[in-house]
């Protein structure tokens, strides 16, 4: 049996081939740029310990990367983190003329809606509800708010609620929306969907505040003036590890709700949870 990983490698490779063309080109050099698969990973396994046969799911998961690779190649671009590197390999606007790189975040977060629209199996209700959850989870309310309010806050301080808020939407609500997918293709209570919520937008606090903690040096904290806002440059090592501590319990309480053992889940995301 093929793993997660091979799957998702396997069907986003179908959809979204190597070309001569320079658009497909970028996007499929986004894709396939040896990202850890974590989101699309989480929608299969949710799917799967609520009961659904993997084939069902795969469709919506590859979409979920086709909405994490965008939001990385946009982040990445000089209008906001002005990053050259991304996973060892020059970012995209770096491979391909910076155009380039915003349409090929355009056209694979479009992609992302077409594949959901025609995934086999599911209902016409499941693909609605998958596409309504997807727009909230991704748009103005969700990750692309979370990313405004990281830009506008550029060099200034946050209270500590306004930080959890904001790396909840940028990095919670697309985990979030990949656990959800598992509940609305298992057709799971909205209960359990509540519960799952609640886990990504722990889960996605706790991967931020561990992504600024590798980035952090110690010297930089308190951050300086100019700083991007973070919850360890701004409340320090020690209360970030504290966060993301009940991040954990949180996401423990919350998995506690499902009918079924949770192991699977767990087993993706614990390696990225250690403080
Ligand atoms: C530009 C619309 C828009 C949104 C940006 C992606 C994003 C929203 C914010 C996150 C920025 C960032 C890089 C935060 C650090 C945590 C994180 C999400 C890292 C990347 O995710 P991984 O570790 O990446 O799953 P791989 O490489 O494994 O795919």
Known sequence: ???????????????????????????????????????????????????????????????????????????????????????????????????????????????AFRVISIAENLSDRQIIRLTNCLAKRIGKEGMVGGQAIDILSLGQTMPQELLIIMDQKKTGDLFSCSLEFGAIIANASPLIEKHLRQVGLHLGLAYQIRDDLEDSSISSIPQKTGAKPSIVGILGIEAAKKIMKQSFDAIQHHLSFLPENADPINGLIKPYLNT
């Not at 793993?3 to 996007?27: F, G, V």
């Not at 469709?59 to 086709?66: F, L, S, V």
């Open 1 to 111: 049996m093929p793993s997660y990983t091979e799957l998702i490698d396997y069907r986003l490779s179908e959809l979204i081939p190597d070309s001569n063309e320079i658009l497909p080109q970028a996007m499929h050099y986004a894709l396939f740029g040896g990202g850890k698969r974590l989101r699309p990973q989480l929608v299969l396994s949710t799917a799967q310990v609520l009961g659904t046969q993997l084939k069902d799911a795969l469709d919506p998961a590859c979409a979920i990367e086709m909405i994490h690779t965008y939001s990385l190649i946009h982040d990445d671009l000089p209008c906001m983190d002005n990053d050259d590197f991304r996973r060892g390999r020059p970012t995209v606007h770096r491979a391909f003329p910076e155009a380039i790189a915003v349409l090929a975040g355009d056209a694979l977060l479009t992609e």
